[in-house]
């Protein structure tokens, strides 16, 4: 159980346009969740938490116009990164949290950003 | 925010040896909850252990142990009879009071046939 989809799982865009990427808990309702990004070699950066129904709350030098988060349901929450830049190309990560297990998250298998 | 310190980027054990990866923390929270996780080549997060800092006692995961030093602000990861499944970057995180995951660097653990 606590399954943690991505989709896509890469994608290749060009510069200016804007990307997607939903995270969805399969099994289970995710009262919050959490995107990350992650460069090669590096660790996990936190970027933003939401929770079902509000707004996202971002981390300091995330930029919220850059990177919209929507949590519209407890089995959903989207990212989507809007005129994106090479400086952009990344690999994304999303968790999840549910309400009795609070003290874990759970990790999509993550998304592959390239801005040409 | 609070800050998650790997001093060991890389490390190598022989297979069916042990190692022990570092991890110290600084935080002013005295409730929280401290995690090793492993990300293999697939970069699938998985968790290998976690810990309460209110509880005393090290958390065992079958050949995964720690060792919880609340005072000193240290989280050691101890890998017995080390497999070659093993080897994958190991994250230290921190769990804060507000439900916000802190990653440490990572320290890539090789294991040697």
């Known amino acids: 159980g606590a399954v943690v989809s991505q989709h896509p799982s890469w994608v290749i865009c060009k510069s200016g346009t804007s990307v997607k990427i939903e995270c969805r808990s399969l099994d289970f309702q995710a009262t919050t969740m959490f995107w990350y990004r992650q460069f090669p070699k590096q660790s996990l950066m936190l970027m933003a938490t939401?929770?079902?129904?509000?707004?996202?709350?971002?981390e300091q030098g995330v930029e919220k116009d850059k990177f919209l988060i929507n949590h519209a349901s407890l089995t959903l929450s989207t990212l989507t990164v809007t005129s994106a830049h090479p400086e952009d190309s990344s690999f994304y990560i999303c968790?999840?949290?549910?309400?009795?297990?609070?003290?874990?998250?759970?990790f999509g298998p993550g998304t592959r950003l390239t801005v040409l | 925010a609070q800050t998650v310190t790997q001093s060991q980027p890389e490390m190598s054990v022989q297979e069916a040896e042990t190692v022990t990866l570092s991890c110290t923390y600084d935080t002013s929270e005295s409730d929280y909850y401290l995690f090793w996780y492993k990300q293999p080549p697939s970069r699938q997060m998985i968790l290998v252990i976690r810990q309460e800092a209110y509880k005393q006692q090290n958390a065992t995961e079958n050949r995964f142990s720690v060792n919880f030093q609340k005072a000193a602000k240290s989280f050691s990861l101890k890998i017995s009879d080390s497999q070659l499944g093993d080897a994958a970057m190991y994250f230290c995180?921190?769990?804060?009071?507000?439900?916000?995951?802190?990653f440490g660097t990572g320290t890539s653990l090789t294991v040697i046939p």
């Open positions: 968790s999840a949290s549910m309400m009795r297990r609070a003290n874990e998250q759970f």
């Open positions: 995180a921190y769990r804060s009071t507000g439900n916000q995951f802190y």
């Open positions: 939401s929770n079902e129904g509000s707004k996202a709350t971002y």
